[in-house]
């Protein structure tokens, strides 16, 4: 059997996107990853605003980039393309994001097993050490569909 290696970032964009619609909705797009950290950004969108009088883009959106972002730093990892499912997301919201800006979100692995994954994600606008939300999330991993080109399990080592 043959060495299968990491996915690339477009890759990872396609999966990102492919697998969840609403990624793609949100215009969310992977930025960065290496193994055990993704990195993605959720583009200011006037449809994001949370307060006209403000121009800062709505709680709501950050929440679900976070929530997508950190359940797929696991695929940093993995050979093979695989699910996961929320199980706990605790997200606390520092401050707003500034008017007109679009976020970053930065997620890494704290560990990763064939059941579960932990991650911890901070969303910023620009600057990482004034961080606009910070998270901690488990997620349920499943194991590779049965039959198709994702079928062989594989963790990197």
Same mark, same amino acid.
């Given at each position: *059997? ?24 949100? #215009?969310?797009?992977?930025? !960065? ?16 605003? #949370? ?5 800062? *883009? ?27 499912? &929320? ?12 008017? #007109?800006? !679009? @976020?970053?979100?930065? /997620? ?10 932990? @991650? ?5 606008? #620009?600057? %990482? /050490? ?13 194991? %590779?569909? /049965? &039959? ?7 963790? /990197?080592?």
């Amino acid at each position: *059997m043959s060495e299968a290696k990491p996915f690339t970032l477009e890759e990872l964009q396609q999966r990102f996107i492919t697998q969840i619609p609403f990624n793609e909705f949100l #215009g969310l797009r992977v930025v !960065g990853a290496s193994p055990g950290r993704l990195v993605a950004e959720l583009p200011f969108s006037a449809g994001l605003v #949370g307060d006209a009088d403000t121009n800062a *883009m709505a709680e709501g959106p950050i929440t679900t980039a976070i929530d997508a972002v950190c359940g797929s730093v696991a695929l940093t990892i993995w050979h093979h393309f695989r699910r996961t499912a &929320t199980l706990d997301l605790r997200l606390d919201f520092l401050r707003a994001p500034g008017a #007109g800006l !679009g @976020v970053t979100i930065e /997620a890494d692995s704290i560990s990763l097993n064939e059941h579960l994954s932990i @991650v911890r994600g901070v969303a910023h606008d #620009g600057d %990482p /050490a004034r961080p606009i939300a910070i998270a901690t999330a488990s997620f349920a991993t499943f194991p %590779p569909r /049965a &039959t198709g080109p994702d079928s062989t399990p594989g963790v /990197a080592s």
